[in-house]
């Protein structure tokens, strides 16, 4: 009887650890012609316009994150990456602890592609 009732405990944390689980962050990559530093400061003043609180952002690692002050928290974090002279953007998204599908920041891209003038 003990035995069974351990291996029902064993099963229930089980469990609840599966439900604790999220989606690893898929990131969303274009690249750019505009410089990196250019890239950055640009994505980071988009990420503002849109109403995201910057949490944390370093130019010289090319890393920021951003948070929409309602519920459910959205959380942006992007990457930019110098890539000779051009850039490289990642960027993934995460609403709560859920990570955003990567084909929901197609729009945020595309924006900035229009900011640095690269849209076709």
Not at 14 to 38: D, K, N
Not at 77 to 97: E, F, K, P, T, Y
């Amino acid at each position: 009887m003990k035995a069974l009732v351990r291996l029902g405990g064993v099963a229930l944390l089980l469990a609840l650890a599966g439900c604790a689980t999220t989606a690893p962050l898929e990131p969303r990559e274009l690249r750019f012609q505009a410089s990196s530093e250019r890239t950055f400061r640009e994505a980071v003043d988009l990420m503002v316009a849109q109403g995201y609180v910057i949490r944390h952002a370093d130019l010289a690692l090319g890393r920021a994150e951003g948070a929409l002050a309602r519920w459910p928290e959205y959380r942006l974090l992007l990457q930019v990456d110098d890539q000779g002279g051009a850039s490289r953007v990642s960027v993934s998204a995460l609403r709560g602890s859920t990570a955003l599908a990567p084909y929901l920041l197609d729009p945020w891209l595309v924006e900035l592609q229009q900011r640095l003038g690269e849209a076709p």
